[in-house]
């Protein structure tokens, strides 16, 4: 299984473009839907949780989801393989770079990948949004428009829906008590 891990993460590093929610839709199909490793709504709790931590969001979703599936050493598999055809690349770029910077080729190209970029962007928040309760897809949206159409931090929004997590969880936990 450990092996299965840096494989499967192996492979997401290295036939993504376009950074790491790229990535999401790749690392979504391979750990619900091909290795089973977990249900839609524990991989956009694994989401949620790599998207709040500091860091790249397909290096945290990575270190969440090799331990879930492996300990500690599933996360330290995970990261290498996510990481190791990136560096592979960007090293290869970067002793080439010179030569290809100009390149009108090498430049259409890249402009002709943003449109599947976005594409893959897209995509797994469409299906994350399906697995979600109505009343999570609301304040989704509604912090959607706080963020984008009003100008609000996402930290401040982070920070507010923490502390709503931890006081509903709490205000839940009094009422089984009670019962």
Known sequence: ??????????????????????????????????????????????????????????????????????????????????VLPAFAIILTVAIFFADIRNNTTVDAAFKAMRPAVVA??????????????????????AVALAIWGVGVSPIYLLFAGAVAGVIRTLLITKNREER
């Open 120 to 141: 893959l962007i897209v995509a797994p928040i469409i299906g994350l949004a399906k697995s979600m309760n109505k009343y999570l897809l609301i304040v989704s949206l």
């Open 1 to 82: 299984m450990i092996w299965q891990l840096f494989i499967s993460f192996l492979k997401i590093g290295a036939f993504t473009f376009g950074g790491g929610y790229a990535m999401v839709p790749l690392i979504e199909r391979e750990v619900i839907e091909k290795r089973g490793w977990a249900k839609a709504e524990e991989f956009l709790e694994l989401l949620t949780l790599a998207q709040s931590a500091p860091g790249p969001i397909a290096l945290n979703t990575a270190v969440f989801v090799g331990y879930r599936v492996r300990g500690f050493w599933g996360a330290i598999v995970a990261i290498l393989g996510i």
